[in-house]
């Protein structure tokens, strides 16, 4: 297969890269402010809120499928992990995340190419804690509106696509997420780690395996690809710790209702349905981060 990575340079697209290659397929990336560094893809520029790019980019290289991972704003803060430094709906560009996402729409289908677009769990409240395919999109952040702003238009335009909501995207030591536990417990970065803000975080491996066979497969609309352990954000950081032989006793921690910080606080994704079509399992964070680190 011919298969586009829109934002290959960021760490799922990494990822995606990767085993998208290694599986023996023709594949490009896309960067916007420095190409990738992973082996086995064509890097090429791009930023997707420049509609004509993106169409000549997708006509040029005639995919079968494009996944688009790119998004604007800072993933590991907008998860709010800790308060320092940290805004209450992380860093959000609208037309990257929004605007993006039908350009990309409206390419794939000029050109006949599969959609599979990467949404995340920050589509929800919270207040239904627990949230299957079919739950009706209800942020509170402007990082979740512009998610689901996305999410709808992709929809819209190409009612084939899938639609892969996520949760944290933890790996091997280079997510944001992992980068912020050295951090905190090096006493480098000021905040903490919340004990009610609770997510479902999901390895990078299994989530690029899952995106991939939901590439190839007949899936479409809305599916949940996040890990099976519903943990807190310091739960998490603790595991983290752990596999990576840090003191946890040494991560600053809690309660993100005491801070007054406006977002969601305890969203899990129900992925049953999803899981039940996938061959690659979803692994939790308590599975996968009791096994040592694999450097890739
Ligand atoms: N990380 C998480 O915990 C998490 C949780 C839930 C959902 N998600 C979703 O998963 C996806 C991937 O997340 P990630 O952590 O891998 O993100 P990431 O590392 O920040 O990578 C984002 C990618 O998008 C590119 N990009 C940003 N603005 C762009 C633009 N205007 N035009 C074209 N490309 C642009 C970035 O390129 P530059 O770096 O050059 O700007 C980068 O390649 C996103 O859709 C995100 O919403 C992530």
């Not at 609309?221 to 752990?242: N, P, W």
Request: proline fraction near 4%.
């Amino acid at each position: 297969m011919r298969i586009l990575i829109v934002g290959g340079s960021g760490f799922l697209g990494s990822e995606l890269v990767r085993q998208a290659a290694a599986e023996g397929h023709a594949v490009a990336a896309t960067w916007r402010t420095r190409p990738g560094t992973a082996a086995g893809a064509d890097w090429l520029p791009l930023d997707v809120r420049d509609r004509t790019a993106v169409l000549d980019l997708i006509g040029a290289f005639g995919p079968d499928v494009v996944v688009n991972t790119a998004s604007g704003g800072n993933m590991a803060s907008g998860g709010n992990m800790a308060s320092g430094g940290n805004t209450a709906s992380g860093g959000s560009d609208w037309v990257t995340t929004a605007v993006g996402a039908a350009h990309v729409a409206v390419a794939s289908a000029a050109h006949g190419a599969r959609l599979v677009h990467v949404s995340s769990d920050a589509v929800f409240s919270g207040e239904a804690v627990t949230y299957a395919e079919d739950r009706v999109p209800d942020p509170v952040t402007p990082y979740g509106a512009a998610k689901a702003a996305g999410e709808a238009a992709v929809q819209a335009i190409t009612p084939t696509a899938v639609i892969a909501r996520t949760s944290l995207i933890i790996g091997d030591g280079g997510s944001g997420h992992e980068r912020l536990v050295h951090g905190l417990a090096s006493g480098g970065v000021k905040g903490m780690l919340f004990t009610d803000d609770v997510r479902c975080p999901v390895h990078v491996r299994d989530l690029a395996a899952a995106l991939l066979e939901l590439a190839s497969s007949d899936r479409a609309g809305v599916q949940h690809a996040a890990g099976a352990d519903a943990v807190s954000r310091y739960e998490l950081g603790c595991l983290v710790a752990r596999r990576n032989g840090i003191d946890p006793a040494r991560l600053p921690y809690g309660r993100r209702a005491d801070t007054g910080l406006r977002g969601p606080l305890d969203v899990r994704l129900d992925c049953g349905l999803t899981q039940r079509h996938l061959t690659t399992r979803l692994r939790g964070a308590r599975e996968f981060l009791a096994q040592p680190r694999i450097s890739t």
